[in-house]
């Protein structure tokens, strides 16, 4: 843990990877537009992540979710950032995606991975309510003290993925967002170690 990556980091350049998905921020003209929607207070919260290294199974989404081909009812969430709708895996080293390593989780979706840590209290809820699901990581330390990240990823029936970061203070250039697929030989690569989050950015997957 802990070990400094001295690979540089790698912006995406917006898709189309294989299976047709494109990505685009809120800082692009004709991005998406950051509306940020509070679930702290009416969401379940994920009480069982409550340390480091952790993941939930069999979260539900509410509706069938389609991704790159297969269709999905339940997602795992993992401490470190990142949802999965088949691993358990609570990979703490995060790489490039698409990335073929069998530490790096299949079927995922990587809104800040990194190796963070949720100490005490509740730092994860989920929601839904039909049209969308809802993960909210809110006020999450890293591995190493001093940081406070709080953002969320929304899935839609239609198979349209929202990030979105709310408050997003400390280290914020060794994550990466992206998402890759089932065999982890296709996916997006949105920034990996590299300086790009600020408060208040939305990122979009679509596929084309």
Not at 59 to 72: E, K, R
Not at 78 to 106: C, E, I, R
Not at 147 to 164: A, E
């Amino acid at each position: 843990k802990e070990d400094v990556d001295s690979r540089d980091g790698s912006l995406g350049s917006g898709g189309p990877d294989l299976f047709g998905y494109r990505w685009a921020d809120s800082d692009d003209a004709g991005g998406p537009v950051f509306d940020w929607f509070d679930i702290a207070t009416i969401g379940t919260p994920l009480t069982a992540l409550n340390g480091d290294d952790q993941v939930v199974t069999g979260v539900p989404l509410g509706f069938a979710f389609p991704f790159y081909g297969n269709s999905f009812t339940t997602v795992n969430v993992a401490t470190n950032g990142f949802l999965s709708f088949d691993s358990t895996l609570t990979a703490y080293s995060n790489q490039p995606l698409p990335n073929n390593a069998t530490t790096v989780p299949s079927n995922m979706l990587a809104p800040f991975w990194d190796d963070l840590h949720f100490r005490s209290g509740v730092h994860a809820y989920y929601y839904s309510d039909g049209a969308r699901f809802i993960v909210q990581y809110q006020g999450v330390d890293r591995f190493t003290t001093g940081s406070v990240l709080t953002f969320q990823v929304q899935i839609f029936p239609n198979g349209r993925i929202l990030y979105q970061y709310q408050s997003m203070a400390g280290v914020l250039d060794s994550a990466t967002i992206g998402i890759q697929n089932a065999t982890r030989d296709d996916g997006l690569n949105v920034v990996f170690n590299a300086a790009y989050m600020h408060n208040g950015l939305a990122i979009e997957f679509r596929k084309i």
